[in-house]
């Protein structure tokens, strides 16, 4: 028999361990990454592939050359977590160059300077989608439209949903808004409309145009308990304040570009979110409102990523401030 | 397009001056009036903020240390990690005199290796000294032993401390280490102590804390001190006391002749700095079980004294396991009726008895 | 279903022993009693080397108030006063007994008849704090409070309640469930005694659903009684926390310490002190012996015992088939809250209820990781704090910032530990933070 173990209590672990989160979330991406595929055919799988192979190598090369760690950190599922989401904020026919840069960016300067995972004070993906719009903004902005096999220099590229609307409220003319297509469309991200219009409507990045399948993603997280329903619902509830009628009805505006795909995976990150539901209630609400006010009146049609950037510099001070209820506040 | 660069940079221009006098304003209204002193004898403090010296930080010892140069002198003030020259500098600085203080260093007072001292059980839990030592006694049969969790090394602001991965024990570095007692406080055994060196940054320690009795301790570690009184014996200037089965050396009363590292039978005194002592593991703990058939011919005693040499007997019959302990390693007897002394000065005497001599007459000789 | 409002874990159940009944487990050779088998001042031996003893006589006397008599289980010749290695994992003074013959007190009452409250009716609640103070009695769930120090509760408070823990949240223990399914009567007027000690009207048991058996005696028995009340609680670690309890059956919270459970009007005492009292107060019987629960998946026959206390535990251990090859941890108590221990020579004590033997799978820590920041551990948490921030502030000595996150409501009960993903230490920490704020807090008052 061996040595006797011995430490302090408690002696056994319900299992739960940081590989399961993160894998399970790569599930419940799945349904996200297969409509895609379908709808922005071989760019898409390009991207993604890319993406994901050069966060999870650029994570084990840092680790290996510089930090000088004996211990790899690739095998916690969270590089390739952050390869996914990043590759889910790129249209299909961004160079592939351009990828690899991004996940530098991602994992490098976002991620390993601060310490590794748990120590990041930004979302990698969303740092390093802002970083690429700003240094690139001409290629991070030609969408593809749906439904093309090959998605790369030569597909056909056109305005999103997004677009429209800014386009809307920047020439305060609403009559452009019958382009839109209709909420069933935006859910199930068929948002080409070619059989009924003559010019063709783009889609957006690989992981704005389907809803559908993020919804189907976000059930199964829920179920899973690897997240809880306060932020999502809270972002939604955020968006539908400020919504102008005149300009979008609140559903398209929730349905399309960043804010499904940003509420569901990228705002419910465990590292930049914050800790007690009631931080995470403030933290969403806080979120829905910076988008829509960045999508009316800001300069860029999209505004989740940037409200969700600047609301993780608030986590710290969310944290410090929302204490969870004490035990004994309460005496009935 | 010249104007609009021109009301710019007059625009900026203006923000920016404003600014800065507001600052200016500000940064004069507010300041805090300083003995610009303490600044000085800050920048010549090492920085460390250890709080060897007693106060809270280094900036707290300057601020005393020109209290103290106002009231006249510098004598009870010492920056244990900046040593004495770095006072002599303060005292140069603000006028006065300095005392020379006497050396001190951090002693770990603990010689449990992996060899000497047997692991039981395992500790699994957090690596940290403290909560190591709340679990249980720790990884051997030694309730008072180093645990080995490094605490002390996380301590020390100096890097003088470090853990030697193969005996499990902490090993200090002499030349940096400047008392300044961090460690010490860290230790939740108290193993560490600062003692008093001299210049060389020698002197003799007692490598244990086991208060538990002879028997106990050294079935837990080779090297425990018993507390069997040999060294407070052989001790010429009265500095070790035994209290609670263990050793003590005062290191103001030592005059390091290191008789007692010779006359202790579990090699638990040692010199600072000095290698240290065969610890025979031959002794009545380890061969207790082979002890009875051995037959002891011969021995060759190692205790020596600085002025003396091995001494060679040879015994009649063969000794009992109590009389090879005290002998601490002897092995084997014949019977003698005749002893060969031999001494350092390659004199060789020739002894010859009427009657084979009695064990504790062997014994007598072998001391 | 009621449960307590705040946090809160299901490990697996694991009650490999529930259908074991109880056995009486054989006298030891040699017993063993350390003289700190209780919260407060050891007790001073009054007994020498040399002296006879019988089953039933006080060995050792309390030293203070809060403190508790030990009382020989066995009777025998006193072998000698040394160290003796405990749950602690130190050496503390104990007392060694040899064992001779099983010869009692005549005073202890061994028919098996009850006695009710109403069979005595000239019982004061004074004559039944002091019988249960002469008896040694100390909380049986594991804290070993002594039970007379909870029975005399400070004058400014007003219990309105006695609620019995037979909850039993910890995984693998089944003593207090098995002893409602053999002994209920008892245990009804041992909580009949508790209630007229403090003078209250009113009786709970609370028990998990998880022992659908006993609740369903229980509540027979009960009926009997137009007082008590048997209150069934969803089944939640820690749901036999006191405070949990409280919050659980009358839907009080208990503020921070030092604020005790009497402040909101509740007496929590566990099942199996309720059945000693009983025995103390109707047949003179002192605290000697306990049912411990001997676990484990490796172990041949998990079952419950009826033990002296003294006894060492590996008899116990091997009256199940023996310590398994593949043995990693042994743990006194459950494995949420029990303390890994040395060797089997540990004797049981008041307070040990189980003895569980993990095997090495079960038993091996996993190497931590950096903290993700999931939140999981304040979800957990009982007591609505969060433990990752204690940890960490522990980690690094800010003792202010970990005062100040209120360490010392912390009722170390595990739950943060097991759901944290990253396998982080998480209460190895809180508890240095928690123990070194006390120290701080224990020095400003006395200053």
């Given at each position: ?332 | ?196 060196v001299d210049k060389d940054k020698t002197g003799m320690v007692v490598e244990c804390v086991n208060k538990d009795k002879g028997a106990v301790a050294k079935k837990a570690c080779l090297t425990a001190c018993i507390g069997c009184g040999k060294c407070a014996q052989v001790c010429g200037s009265d500095a070790i006391t035994i209290e609670n089965n263990l050793a003590y050396i005062d290191a103001e009363k030592c005059t390091l002749c290191r008789a007692c590292e010779e006359a202790c039978p579990s090699a638990s005194i040692i010199m600072l700095g000095k290698p240290r002592k065969e610890i025979k593991k031959n002794n009545a703990t380890a061969k207790k079980a082979d002890s009875n058939t051995n037959t002891v011919k011969e021995i060759k005693t190692t205790n020596v004294r600085p002025y003396s040499s091995p001494i060679k007997i040879s015994f009649e019959a063969p000794l009992l396991p109590s009389q ?44 | ?319 199940c088939g023996g310590l398994p090859e593949d043995t990693g941890k042994i743990i006194g108590g459950g494995p949420m809250m029990g303390k890994a221990l040395l060797s089997t020579e540990i004797p049981i004590c008041k307070g040990s209820s189980g003895v569980l033997i993990m095997n090495e799978k079960e038993a091996s820590r996993t190497e931590p990781q950096n903290c993700i920041r999931c939140g999981k551990c304040v979800d957990a948490c009982p007591m609505g704090l969060e433990p990752y921030l204690l940890s960490d502030c522990s980690e690094l000595k800010l003792w202010e910032r970990v005062e100040k996150e209120d360490v010392t409501s912390c009722i170390e009960c595990g739950s943060c530990q097991y759901t944290c993903p990253a396998y982080r230490p998480l209460l190895d920490y809180i508890r240095l933070g928690k123990t070194t704020v006390m120290g701080i807090i224990r020095s400003r008052n006395t200053?």
């Open positions: 028999m061996n040595k006797l173990k011995l430490s302090l209590s408690p002696h056994i672990h319900g299992g739960d361990s940081v590989r399961k989160n993160m894998f399970g979330v790569c599930i419940a991406l799945i349904p996200a990454l297969i409509c895609s595929f379908i709808y922005f055919g071989l760019g898409a799988i390009a991207v993604t592939s890319v993406s994901v192979a050069s966060c999870v190598f650029f994570e084990w090369a840092i680790n290996k050359y510089m930090l000088k760690n004996p211990k790899s950190t690739v095998t916690d599922g969270s590089a390739i977590l952050t390869g996914l989401l990043l590759a889910f904020n790129m249209p299909s026919n961004l160079p592939l160059w351009i990828v690899v840069i991004g996940a530098l960016f991602a994992i490098g300067v976002v991620k390993m300077t601060f310490g590794g995972l748990g120590c990041n004070l930004f979302n990698p993906a969303l740092a390093a989608r802002a970083f690429l719009l700003i240094s690139f903004p001409v290629q991070m902005t030609d969408w593809p439209v749906i439904g093309q096999d090959f998605t790369t220099i030569d597909g056909v590229s056109g305005a999103t949903p997004l677009a429209i609307m800014k386009t809307a409220i920047k020439t305060k003319n609403a009559d452009i808004l019958s382009d839109l297509p209709d909420a069933w469309n935006l859910l199930i991200g068929n948002t080409s409309k070619s059989l009924f219009n003559d010019g063709p409507i783009g889609g957006g990045c690989l992981g704005e145009v389907c809803a559908l399948a993020i919804l189907i993603g976000l059930v199964y997280m829920l179920v899973k308990k690897i997240i809880s329903w306060h932020i999502p619902v809270f972002v939604f509830t955020g968006a539908l304040h400020l919504i102008d009628p005149m300009y979008a009805d609140p559903v398209s505006h929730i349905l399309s570009g960043g804010l499904m795909l940003g509420a569901v995976f990228m705002a419910t990150d465990y590292v930049t979110s914050p800790m007690t539901k009631k931080g995470q209630i403030i933290y969403g609400i806080a979120i829905g409102l910076l988008t829509v006010v960045i999508r009316t009146w800001g300069a860029y049609p999209e505004g989740m990523s940037f409200a969700i950037l600047i609301m993780n510099a608030f986590t710290p001070l969310i944290n410090n401030y929302c204490k969870p209820k004490r035990f004994g506040e309460v005496v009935k | 397009m010249i104007e609009v660069i021109l009301i710019t940079v007059a625009v900026l221009g203006t923000i920016g001056l404003v600014a800065a006098l507001v600052l200016f304003i500000i940064a004069k209204l507010f300041t805090v009036k300083e003995d610009p002193r303490i600044a000085q004898v800050n920048e010549l403090l090492p920085g460390a903020n250890c709080g060897g010296c007693g106060f809270p930080g280094c900036s707290g010892m300057a601020v005393a240390c020109v209290k103290a140069a106002d009231e006249g002198s510098l004598e009870d003030l010492k920056c244990p990690a900046g040593g004495n020259e770095c006072m002599k500098q303060i005292a140069a600085l603000l006028g006065v005199e300095a005392k020379e203080h006497a050396a001190k260093v951090a002693v770990i007072r603990c010689n449990g290796t992996c060899e000497n001292r047997p692991h039981v059980i395992k500790y699994d839990g957090a690596l940290n000294c403290r909560i190591a030592h709340s679990t249980c006694q720790g990884e051997t049969l030694c309730q008072y032993g180093c645990l080995g969790c490094g605490d002390c090394v996380s301590a020390c602001s100096f890097g003088a401390i470090k853990m030697n991965t193969e005996t499990g024990l902490p090993e200090v570095d002499y030349d940096k280490c400047g008392g300044c007692g961090s460690c010490a406080k860290s230790c939740p055994r108290n193993i560490i102590e600062i003692r008093l090879q302990y005290l002998l601490a390693g002897v092995v084997d007897l014949t019977p003698i009726a005749q002893a060969t002394v031999s001494d350092n000065q390659q004199n060789s005497k020739t002894h010859s008895y009427d009657a084979p001599l009695l064990p504790s007459q062997q014994i007598l000789l072998g001391k | 279903m009621k449960t307590f409002r705040i946090g809160g874990i299901h490990p697996a159940e694991n009650k490999l022993s529930a259908t074991s009944p109880i056995k009486v487990a054989e006298l030891p050779k040699i017993a063993v009693f350390p003289l700190a088998q209780h919260i407060g001042a050891p007790a001073k031996a009054i007994v020498q080397k040399g002296d006879k003893v019988k089953v039933g006589q006080m060995i050792a006397e309390a030293n203070g108030f809060v403190s508790a008599h030990i009382f020989s289980s066995v009777s025998g010749t006193v072998l000698k006063i040394d160290n003796a290695i405990d749950a602690s994992g130190y050496g503390k003074p104990a007392i060694y007994i040899t064992v001779e013959g099983d010869e009692w007190l005549e005073s202890i009452d061994r028919t098996p008849q009850l006695i009710t409250i109403k069979d005595k009716p000239e019982l004061t609640d004074k004559d039944i704090v002091e019988k249960v103070k002469n008896a040694g009695i100390v909380g049986m769930g594991g804290a070993c409070f002594p039970c007379h120090v909870k029975l005399s509760p400070p004058p400014e408070t007003k219990p309105e309640w006695v609620i019995i823990n037979a909850a039993e949240c910890e995984p693998y223990l089944t003593a207090d469930h098995r002893l409602m399914l053999e002994h209920a009567d008892e245990i009804l007027v041992g909580v009949t005694l508790l209630m007229k000690a403090v003078n209250v009207n009113k009786g709970y048991v609370a028990i998990e659903k998880n022992k659908a058996d006993a609740i369903k005696i229980m509540q027979e028995k009960a009926s009997a009684y137009d007082n008590i009340e048997i209150v069934t609680l969803k089944t939640k670690y820690p749901q036999g926390g006191e405070k949990q309890l409280i919050d659980a059956v009358v839907s009080r919270q208990v503020p921070a310490p030092p604020a005790l459970p009497v402040s909101v009007g509740a007496i929590i005492q566990n099942v199996g002190t309720a059945y000693a009292v009983y025995e103390a107060v109707m047949k003179n019987k002192p605290l000697i012996e306990r049912i411990v629960t001997v676990t484990g998946k490796s172990l041949k026959s998990p079952s419950n015992f009826l033990t002296r206390l003294g006894t060492p535990m590996s008899q116990l251990i091997d009256a200053k």
